[in-house]
């Protein structure tokens, strides 16, 4: 009978499919990594492939961030201790390293990447402790990441004829570097894989509350046979990473942090002759076109936003959804939002772990309150959260404008701001308004679009169809504010290099 | 009886138009006997800010031009500075070069031009390339331009040192505003005028005579200059770097007190070229 079906067609078309909603509904089991981490009770610094007592003889305490419990104390060194740590590189550039051939250097950093696969789950344990992303993520990214990036450079060593068509390159000597706790140790391999393989030496903090993978590769770096003096780690908090960017031994200083920090060492590094990179902040536009894949489009919106609690740099926190879809984007995006498990991050099923350090869970508790005090919508998934340790539900803003604090400030945290365009000009617009351009993203179906966008965004790195890839061959950084210079590929090297 | 020769007024070339500074200020420019030659504008901060207004309306029409089509404006400078050599090399020997040190200056000039114009459709495939990622993607890495680029020229060699810092901005598709040295500026007066007939677009290039000391803080500062490139001294450097980290803006500093031989195939390269630009890496995946 024609009416029935029609009448049947009908009530389904108006009833959609119930979402499987799964966030509480269903508890999972525990899944817990047990991996032994292999940490030790107190880290030292690692100064002339030794690890020394700082000369003041103080250590600081690296805690948890999911339990807030102490995991080791850390060396804080003094003055001193930079003192050495440069002085220990510069022999070894002047004595070893810096007369090595490279085919040597690139053994050394073959063995390093090897070693460091060997060790893979303990140290990814080792970094989810210390740092509170998801164990997953340390396991699957970071550590693998990390000896990708020794391996790659590795090859590079005895072939950086190739790396500077025309010319010969030469390296710069010993280099002071400082970087972020959101990758505490593939930002360590992004440092120092490029500048080993040109054979300069280095001096590295790593940042206060993430020291201890930076330590437990120095324990690599002994096993390797590494000359002594070649890497040095300095730890501590900002006064030591002021003495390592302002010492003056170092040819090159490289820095990965915010844009308000990278100022202050351009600042303060002002008419001396050092070379610079700076991997600074973002306030990633990741746009959706109405033709895009909307179901993968936002699962590539959480990945963007959420992935290691939005501690990265080119975080997609700014969404430009064409109006056309904006309200069915939303709809799925809170849909699948509820879905994220946020808690342990030593649970292999974990999406979302803990917020590195009670300072950076009251900032973005800051700038979250200053969004809803601006009257934006805010959503929040009615997920639990432990009871001790820092955590913060993932979080979208929607109804925002561009002039809004969450849409103008990097965040650094779970938190997305969700904005609306109507033409690709006002997309490219809204985009490219922002002192920021590290990086963006880009979904449409339409190819010849793709390409205009990449063209047209002010962005160092731009992810088509999907979000948050990286690869030692792929060179990243940003224009603008978002700092200078390039980390991986060929154009990274350029950075560590002089040209003879 | 002979003829009151016509002087010529010296104008600035900015925006595609020949303007006095707004503040219509002069500084009277002697010839290497001592004998006036002439009233140089004295262009200020303001005139500074409104040739890097000039500069950014420039800009995006510029970089879409094809590589082929800034390589042939390149050599069409080229030519109309060799048509007009004897004149330029006049006004280099007013700055007491001996006429054979100036034609020299001026041919070197016209070599740089033909060198990075040939480079427009080439540097891309040198500098750029295919990432081979662990990951079903396609992966590459291309140049652009910066933007506006602040050039700040030596005293010495005030033609040639002008074009090599000049020439591989804009080979790439980056605007400049340029201040011309400030001891010889006539030759930068005179290259504005061959400029506006080379099919350059006006704005693209955009020169100011003046003083160092009054224009360079805001060099430093103005956030919408996106690069330095500059031959200057010590306390100078300190001055721009200070300034540039305010919007981490890039800095190739050259030392004033270092000597330059500018007519050296070392004074121009495709590494001064990629000084200019920012690599844009952009990930497509593969499948169907």
Same mark, same amino acid.
């Given at each position: 009978?024609?009416?029935?079906?029609?009448?049947?067609?009908?009530?389904?078309?108006?009833?959609?499919?119930?979402?499987?909603?799964?966030?509480?509904?269903?508890?999972?089991?525990?899944?817990?990594?047990?991996?032994?981490?292999?940490?030790?009770? &107190?880290?030292?610094?690692?100064?002339?492939?030794?690890?020394?007592?700082?000369?003041?003889?103080?250590?600081?305490?690296?805690?948890?961030?999911?339990?807030?419990?102490?995991?080791?104390?850390?060396?804080?060194?003094?003055?001193?201790?930079?003192?050495?740590?440069?002085?220990?590189?510069?022999?070894?550039?002047?004595?070893?390293?810096?007369?090595?051939?490279?085919?040597?250097?690139?053994?050394?950093?073959?063995?390093?990447?090897?070693?460091?696969?060997?060790?893979?789950?303990?140290?990814?344990?080792?970094?989810?402790?210390?740092?509170?992303?998801?164990?997953?993520? !340390?396991?699957?990214?970071?550590?693998?990441?990390?000896?990708?990036?020794?391996?790659?450079?590795?090859? $590079?060593?005895?072939?950086?004829?190739?790396?500077?068509?025309?010319?010969?390159?030469?390296?710069?000597?010993?280099?002071?570097?400082?970087?972020? $706790?959101?990758?505490?140790?593939?930002?360590?391999?992004?440092?120092?894989?490029?500048?080993?393989?040109?054979?300069?030496?280095?001096?590295?903090?790593?940042? @206060?509350?993430?020291?201890?993978?930076?330590?437990?590769?120095?324990?690599?770096? %002994?096993?390797?046979?590494?000359?002594?003096?070649?890497?040095?780690?300095?730890?501590?908090?900002?006064?030591?990473?002021?003495?390592?960017?302002?010492?003056?031994?170092?040819?090159?200083?490289?820095?990965?942090?915010?844009?308000?920090?990278?100022?202050?060492?351009?600042?303060?590094?002002?008419?001396?002759?050092?070379?610079?990179?700076?991997?600074?902040?973002?306030?990633?536009?990741?746009?959706?076109?109405?033709?895009?894949?909307?179901?993968?489009?936002? @699962?590539?919106?959480?990945?963007?936003?959420?992935?290691?609690?939005?501690?990265?740099?080119?975080?997609?926190?700014?969404?430009?959804?064409?109006?056309?879809?904006?309200?069915?984007?939303?709809?799925?995006?809170?849909?699948?939002?509820?879905?994220?498990?946020?808690?342990?991050?030593?649970?292999?099923?974990?999406?979302?772990?803990?917020?590195?350090?009670?300072?950076?869970?009251?900032?973005?508790?800051?700038?979250?309150?200053?969004?809803?005090? @601006?009257?934006?919508?805010?959503?929040?998934?009615?997920?639990?959260?432990?009871?001790?340790?820092?955590?913060?539900?993932?979080?979208?803003?929607?109804?925002? !404008?561009?002039?809004? &604090?969450?849409?103008?400030?990097?965040?650094?945290?779970?938190?997305?701001?969700?904005?609306?365009?109507?033409?690709?000009?006002?997309?490219?617009?809204?985009?490219?308004?922002?002192?920021?351009?590290?990086?963006?993203?880009? $979904?449409?179906?339409?190819?010849? &679009?793709?390409?205009?966008?990449?063209?047209?965004?002010?962005?160092?790195?731009?992810?088509?169809?999907?979000?948050?890839?990286?690869?030692?061959?792929?060179?990243?950084?940003?224009?603008?504010?978002?700092?200078?210079?390039?980390?991986?590929?060929? %154009?990274?090297?350029?950075?560590?290099?002089?040209?003879? | +009886?002979?003829?009151?020769?016509?002087?010529?007024?010296?104008?600035?070339? #900015?925006?595609?138009?020949?303007?006095?500074?707004?503040?219509?200020?002069?500084?009277?420019?002697?010839?290497?006997?001592?004998?006036?030659?002439?009233?140089?504008?004295?262009?200020?901060?303001?005139?500074?800010?409104?040739?890097?207004?000039?500069?950014?309306?420039?800009?995006?029409?510029?970089?879409?031009?094809?590589?082929?089509?800034?390589?042939?404006?390149?050599?069409?400078?080229?030519?109309?500075?060799?048509?007009?050599?004897?004149? +330029?090399?006049?006004?280099?020997?007013?700055?007491?070069?001996?006429?054979?040190?100036?034609?020299?200056?001026?041919?070197?000039?016209?070599?740089? /031009?033909?060198?990075?114009?040939?480079?427009?459709?080439?540097?891309?495939?040198?500098?750029?390339?295919?990432?081979?990622?662990?990951?079903?993607?396609?992966?590459?890495? #291309?140049?652009?331009?910066?933007?506006?680029?602040?050039?700040?020229?030596?005293?010495?060699?005030?033609?040639?040192?002008?074009?090599?810092?000049?020439?591989?901005?804009?080979?790439?598709?980056?605007? =400049?505003?340029?201040?011309?040295?400030?001891?010889?500026?006539?030759?930068?007066? *005179? *290259?504005?005028?061959?400029?506006?007939?080379?099919?350059?677009?006006?704005?693209? =290039?955009?020169? *100011?005579?003046?003083?160092?000391?009054?224009?360079?803080?805001?060099?430093?500062?103005?956030?919408?200059?996106?690069?330095?490139?500059? =031959?200057?001294?010590?306390?100078?450097?300190?001055? /721009?770097?200070?300034?540039?980290?305010?919007?981490?803006?890039?800095?190739? /500093?050259?030392?004033?007190?270092?000597?330059?031989?500018?007519?050296?195939?070392?004074?121009?390269?495709?590494?001064?070229?990629?000084?200019?630009?920012?690599?844009?890496?952009?990930?497509?995946?593969?499948?169907?």
């Amino acid at each position: 009978m024609p009416t029935l079906t029609a009448k049947k067609m009908s009530t389904r078309l108006s009833r959609p499919a119930p979402e499987l909603i799964f966030g509480d509904l269903w508890e999972f089991d525990p899944a817990p990594e047990s991996a032994d981490p292999k940490l030790k009770a &107190r880290y030292e610094l690692f100064i002339d492939g030794k690890f020394v007592a700082p000369k003041s003889g103080k250590y600081f305490d690296s805690i948890n961030p999911a339990n807030e419990q102490k995991l080791a104390e850390i060396a804080l060194a003094g003055p001193a201790d930079v003192d050495a740590a440069y002085a220990a590189a510069k022999r070894a550039y002047d004595g070893v390293w810096g007369k090595l051939p490279g085919r040597e250097r690139a053994k050394y950093l073959y063995r390093i990447a090897r070693l460091l696969q060997d060790r893979a789950r303990e140290f990814a344990v080792a970094e989810t402790l210390d740092g509170g992303k998801p164990i997953k993520e !340390s396991r699957d990214f970071d550590v693998p990441m990390a000896a990708a990036h020794f391996f790659y450079h590795a090859g $590079w060593a005895d072939k950086l004829d190739y790396v500077a068509p025309g010319r010969r390159v030469a390296p710069l000597g010993v280099v002071g570097q400082v970087i972020p $706790w959101n990758f505490p140790l593939l930002m360590c391999a992004w440092k120092l894989a490029p500048a080993l393989a040109m054979g300069n030496t280095v001096v590295l903090k790593p940042a @206060e509350t993430t020291s201890i993978t930076a330590l437990k590769l120095a324990e690599i770096f %002994q096993d390797a046979g590494l000359p002594p003096g070649v890497v040095n780690f300095v730890t501590g908090a900002g006064d030591v990473g002021a003495a390592v960017m302002n010492h003056p031994t170092p040819a090159k200083i490289a820095f990965t942090g915010s844009t308000e920090v990278g100022k202050i060492i351009m600042r303060a590094l002002a008419g001396s002759d050092k070379k610079m990179t700076m991997e600074l902040g973002g306030k990633a536009a990741n746009i959706v076109f109405d033709d895009a894949p909307l179901d993968q489009a936002v @699962e590539g919106i959480v990945n963007g936003i959420f992935f290691n609690q939005g501690h990265v740099c080119c975080a997609g926190s700014r969404l430009l959804v064409q109006e056309s879809v904006a309200e069915k984007v939303l709809a799925k995006l809170k849909n699948r939002i509820r879905t994220l498990r946020v808690g342990d991050p030593m649970d292999k099923n974990t999406d979302i772990g803990a917020i590195n350090s009670r300072e950076q869970l009251d900032k973005i508790t800051r700038l979250v309150a200053a969004g809803v005090r @601006e009257g934006n919508e805010i959503f929040q998934p009615a997920c639990k959260l432990p009871a001790k340790g820092f955590y913060f539900r993932p979080t979208i803003f929607s109804g925002v !404008s561009m002039s809004s &604090r969450v849409v103008r400030e990097e965040i650094f945290g779970p938190v997305l701001s969700i904005l609306t365009f109507r033409t690709v000009d006002e997309a490219i617009e809204k985009a490219n308004n922002t002192a920021y351009g590290l990086s963006a993203g880009v $979904w449409t179906d339409k190819g010849s &679009r793709i390409l205009k966008m990449s063209t047209e965004l002010k962005a160092g790195v731009v992810w088509a169809n999907t979000y948050n890839k990286f690869d030692p061959t792929s060179p990243f950084g940003g224009y603008k504010e978002s700092g200078f210079g390039r980390e991986g590929g060929r %154009q990274g090297l350029l950075d560590y290099c002089k040209l003879v | +009886m002979s003829r009151l020769p016509i002087t010529k007024t010296p104008k600035v070339y #900015v925006g595609g138009a020949f303007i006095r500074s707004e503040s219509a200020r002069v500084f009277p420019l002697k010839d290497a006997s001592g004998e006036f030659f002439a009233n140089i504008p004295q262009c200020t901060r303001k005139d500074l800010r409104n040739a890097v207004e000039a500069a950014a309306k420039a800009g995006p029409g510029w970089a879409k031009r094809t590589a082929y089509n800034r390589g042939q404006i390149l050599y069409r400078l080229g030519e109309m500075i060799e048509a007009r050599a004897g004149e +330029m090399a006049d006004a280099i020997t007013l700055g007491g070069a001996t006429p054979a040190a100036a034609a020299r200056e001026v041919a070197a000039t016209v070599e740089r /031009l033909i060198y990075y114009a040939g480079w427009t459709d080439k540097y891309e495939q040198v500098l750029g390339n295919v990432n081979p990622v662990a990951a079903p993607y396609f992966n590459f890495t #291309v140049t652009e331009p910066m933007g506006i680029i602040g050039v700040i020229a030596p005293d010495e060699a005030p033609l040639l040192a002008l074009i090599s810092l000049i020439a591989p901005a804009i080979t790439s598709g980056n605007t =400049v505003v340029a201040l011309a040295s400030s001891t010889q500026p006539y030759p930068a007066i *005179l *290259l504005g005028e061959m400029l506006a007939t080379s099919d350059l677009p006006g704005g693209v =290039v955009n020169l *100011l005579t003046g003083f160092r000391k009054e224009l360079i803080s805001t060099f430093a500062t103005h956030t919408h200059l996106r690069a330095i490139s500059a =031959v200057v001294n010590a306390e100078e450097r300190k001055a /721009l770097a200070l300034g540039a980290a305010d919007s981490v803006k890039r800095t190739h /500093l050259r030392k004033a007190e270092d000597k330059h031989d500018w007519l050296a195939d070392s004074a121009q390269s495709l590494e001064a070229i990629r000084e200019t630009l920012e690599f844009k890496t952009t990930w497509h995946p593969v499948g169907a």
